[in-house]
Nanobody, 125 residues
Framework: QVQLVESGGGVVQAGGSLRLICAAS????????MGWFRQAPGKEREFAAG????????DYADSVKGRFTISRDNVKKTVYLQMNNLRPDDAAVYYC??????????????????WGQGTQVTVSS
């Protein structure tokens, strides 16, 4: 059974940091690119960050570049999203997703095969 379980969300003040964790099971994690997406109330889901299957390539939305860092541990089957200098407009439900691709990470959610249930991030001003 495929599972992606996110954790690490919470409430933080603007300028603070959070580290999201996504634990994977039920599929060959090391052969999948991974992505973090987010969805704020009333808005469409959007790409935040992605990492290739071996971790050698990363991609970030312009809105998070320089503040967020995605990484992965293929032994632990885990992907991380370190979020620094959080802003109120970063508040959203954050989802991790898996894409069966050997290329660079992609930004289109339709390309991702597996999804987690999401973790809430709230940023107070």
């Amino acid at each position: 059974q495929v599972q992606l379980v996110e954790s690490g969300g919470g409430v933080v003040q603007a300028g603070g940091s959070l580290r999201l964790i996504c634990a994977a099971s039920g599929f060959t994690f090391s052969t999948y690119a991974m992505g973090w997406f987010r969805q704020a109330p009333g808005k469409e889901r959007e790409f935040a960050a992605g990492i290739s299957w071996k971790g050698g390539r990363t991609d970030y939305a312009d809105s998070v570049k320089g503040r967020f860092t995605i990484s992965r541990d293929n032994v632990k089957k885990t992907v991380y999203l370190q979020m620094n200098n959080l802003r109120p407009d970063d508040a959203a439900v954050y989802y991790c997703a898996a894409d069966r691709s050997v290329g660079p990470p992609v930004r289109y959610d339709v390309d991702y095969e597996y999804w987690g249930q999401g973790t809430q991030v709230t940023v107070s001003s």
